[in-house]
């Protein structure tokens, strides 16, 4: 047998297996955790470009969220928590869409920007490492059935 015929044996198999179905099968997996983590980011006042989300809240709003008991020195996007508990997490062929389904997503957008969903650079790294176990399995499992 020579080199190349071996070469494919050898990897056609691995070649067959879809890695993109294998990483939104994990994100599947692990959605509440992502959900969780977009929340803490939001939480911490942090766009997913890593700035601070602005603009920030207004006097009005610094002092009702003082009286509440509420972080006011960043914009956290949270006073009832809605908002952040209908966070979705959705899979795509080429990664994992964030967004929310609460009636008030479209005007935190508009005010806001597209960029308080997705994850600033230390929570796309934490998410990666929270894939890969699942990514492995289910590369394993597909490998399994060629």
């Known amino acids: 047998m020579n080199a190349k015929r071996l070469a494919t044996l050898l990897t ?3 070649l067959g297996v ?17 959900q969780e ?5 939001m939480q911490a006042g942090q766009a997913a470009d890593g700035a601070p989300i602005t603009p920030p809240y207004t006097r009005a709003t610094v002092k009702i ?3 509440k008991g509420q972080p006011a020195d960043r ?14 997490a959705r899979p795509q ?8 389904t609460d009636s008030k997503t479209a005007g935190l957008v508009e005010k806001y920007g597209e ?13 990666a490492e929270e894939l890969k176990p699942g990514i492995r399995l289910e590369f394993k499992k597909r490998l399994r059935r060629k």
């Not at 960029?115 to 998410?127: K, P, S």
């Open 18 to 34: 879809d890695l993109d179905a294998c990483a939104r099968a994990a994100a599947e997996n692990k959605r509440l955790e992502l």
């Open 115 to 127: 960029e308080i969903f997705g994850f600033n650079a230390q929570n796309t790294a934490e998410a």
């Open 37 to 41: 983590l977009q929340a803490e980011q």
């Open 12 to 14: 056609g198999p691995l």
């Open 75 to 88: 914009v956290t996007l949270r006073d009832s928590g809605d908002f952040q508990r209908k966070i979705r």
């Open 93 to 100: 062929r080429r990664g994992v869409v964030m967004d929310s």
């Open 65 to 67: 969220k003082k009286a």
